[in-house]
C-alpha cells in the first residue's frame, strides 16, 4: 500500500511519512525526560500524556500543580503547521496558587501563569500560543507596581470539551461553560456560558452552538 502511495505522489508522502516518524521519536524521547523532570519538580501527571519537546514548568514553593492523564503538549515549531511561537510555558507564580488541568486536553505553545487558582477540565482544545492568566501580574496603582505580592487576582475557570482559538488571552476572573468556542485571537475577561461560541476584543457571544 505505502508503494502504491509513493508511486502516486512521491515528494508529498515521502516526507510525510519521514516527518511523523521524526516527530513519534521526538514525542518519545521528551515525554520520558519531562516526566522525570516533573516528578523531581514534586508536579502531578497523571499517566500516558505526551511532550512534543520540552516544555517549561516553573512550580513556586508552597503552590500545587496537577496534570491529569493523555493531554498533549505541543512546543514545536512545525508539528502544530498553523505555528507554535514558543514552549509551552506553565507557571505558579505564589504560595498556594493551584493549578489544576483535567484530562485528555491538548496544548500548543500554551503559557499559563496561575498566581491563585486556574482550573482546566477534559477534552479541552487550547490552540497555538494562548495566555491563560488568574492576575494582573502587576497592580494597577502606581506606588505598588513593582510589588509582586500586590498584584490582584482572581480564579478562572474553563469547563469540559472547550475550544480555545490561537493566540487568544484568558484573562483573570474568567470563566468559560462546556462545550464553548472562543474564536481565535480573542481577549476573554468575564463569564462565557456553556455550548455558544464567543468572539472579539472584549469576548462576546456570536451565537449558541
Sequence with gaps: ???????????????????????????????AIMYILLFFKNIKIGKSSMFYNRA?????????IIIGSHCRFDSTKFKNLIGVNKRCIIATLLPNAKLEIGNLNGFSGVRIGCAENISIGNDCLVGANVTITDSDWHAIDPQERHNEYAQKT???????NVFIGLNSIILKGSEIGDNSVIGAGSVVSGTIPPNVIAAGNPCKIIKRI
Design 1 to 31: 500500500m505505502y508503494i502504491k502511495k509513493l508511486r502516486t505522489d512521491f515528494g508529498g508522502y515521502f516526507f510525510y511519512y519521514c516527518r511523523r516518524k521524526i516527530y513519534s521519536l521526538n514525542r518519545m524521547y521528551h515525554t
Design 56 to 64: 517549561y514548568f516553573c512550580r513556586h514553593p508552597e503552590s500545587e
Design 154 to 160: 482572581q480564579p478562572v475557570k474553563i469547563g469540559n
